[in-house]
């Protein structure tokens, strides 16, 4: 039974939930337990997809796996870990350690993240497990979050070019959703509820404009409301942007080529 696990980011979960539920060739996901995949389990839950939670430690060995389903195994990852380059990497790291004794492959939805997960896929190679990280057609890693969401990165500095010279703040719907969460890890600002010092920082650093970046993806309905708060917070004029989730479909299909999973009729 070919078995992969995506090691993801929880800025990724509303793909990843668009992922499961488009995917006809899928026969069992399990979610790893644990307090980060809550969020990823209630929209789960709302898509009507079936799905099961496991500590990771409990989840079937190869040697259990002797049919010919597609089970998928999601990871989520906490926002913490992207505090630090190297805690992030240790943890990405370890995942995969983990994981690679339960499955046939690993896709990791991280980007380059500070370059730290530039050779991840090089540092596995030996691994009996497949290893795929988030890349284009020419085999380039995504920088972050918003290059994998926009498609390239020749779409992503584009968005930046465009705004000559001013500075562009990118919210997708889960950048949106926790983007306190985010300008901290970002190391924008030490307290994100300073609004008054985080604002300083903003006008300091040249930002002018934020990005609504639509994924067309509604499983966080309040999108709108949350982008309006931030530009109304920072004086920051939004722009329209839509995402484009080609290079993720491909990146997914890519991986379920890797441990021969075949279409489902």
């Excluded at 799905?51 to 989840?59: A, F, G, K």
């Excluded at 002797?66 to 990497?89: G, Q, W, Y």
Aim: hydrophobic residues 35%.
């Amino acid at each position: 039974m070919p078995v992969l696990s995506f090691i993801a980011c929880r800025i990724f979960e509303n793909e990843i939930v668009y992922l499961i539920k488009n995917d006809p060739a899928i026969d069992e996901v399990i979610v790893v337990e644990s307090e980060d995949s809550k969020n990823l389990q209630s929209k789960l839950d709302y898509e009507a997809c079936s799905y099961r939670v496991l500590p990771i430690n409990e989840l079937p060995q190869k040697a259990e796996q002797k049919d010919n389903k597609f089970t998928l195994i999601v990871d989520l990852l906490e926002f913490a870990l992207d505090a630090s380059p190297e805690k992030l990497k240790n943890g990405v790291y370890r995942e995969i350690e983990t994981m690679s004794e339960y499955v046939d492959g690993v896709l990791i939805f991280y980007g380059l993240c500070g370059n730290v997960l530039g050779q991840v896929e090089s540092d596995f190679s030996d691994y009996p497990c497949y290893v795929g990280i988030l890349k284009d057609e020419k085999g380039e890693i995504m920088d972050d979050c918003i290059a994998a969401s926009l498609g390239s990165r020749e779409t992503y500095l584009d968005a930046i070019m465009g705004c000559r010279g001013e500075g562009i703040y990118f919210l997708t719907p889960m950048q949106a959703k926790y983007w306190r969460d985010m300008l901290k890890i970002a190391g924008i600002t030490p307290d994100p509820d300073n609004i008054e010092m985080t604002k300083y920082v903003f006008d300091y650093s040249g930002y002018k404009k934020v990005a609504k970046v639509d994924t067309g993806l509604d499983y966080d309905r309040d999108f709108e409301d949350k982008v309006s708060e931030f530009s109304r917070l920072f004086e920051l004029d939004v722009v329209e942007m839509n995402a484009d989730l080609g290079l993720i479909e491909k990146c997914y299909q890519n991986a379920k080529d890797h441990i021969g999973v075949t279409q489902s009729d």
